[in-house]
């Protein structure tokens, strides 16, 4: 994986990948915050939408409003790498 600001990576690839729907970037945020104890900045995560979607790990399914979902290459990743006790998610 390239390198990436792990604090928004992490969360933003499990919250897409525990949801299976689409949702946009500043939906990504607020779930984080709501479901996170100590959430990355939005910024990052907007950052971190980007980079991921570039990376082949999410993918634009609207046209009209940006919304994500995770790939299979970021599902993939997801199953083999990311523990989910380390992100803070409850």
Known sequence: MPEFDADAIAPTLRLLYQSGVGIAPSGIAANLD???????????V???VRELSEA???RSISDVES???????GRDYVE?????E???LH
């Open 67 to 73: 919304c994500y979902v995770i790939t299979e290459h």
């Open 34 to 44: 709501d479901r996170m104890d100590d959430p990355p900045a939005r910024a990052s």
């Open 56 to 58: 082949d790990y999410l």
């Open 46 to 48: 907007l950052n971190a």
């Open 80 to 84: 083999s790498e990311l523990d989910d």
């Open 86 to 88: 380390a992100l803070g």
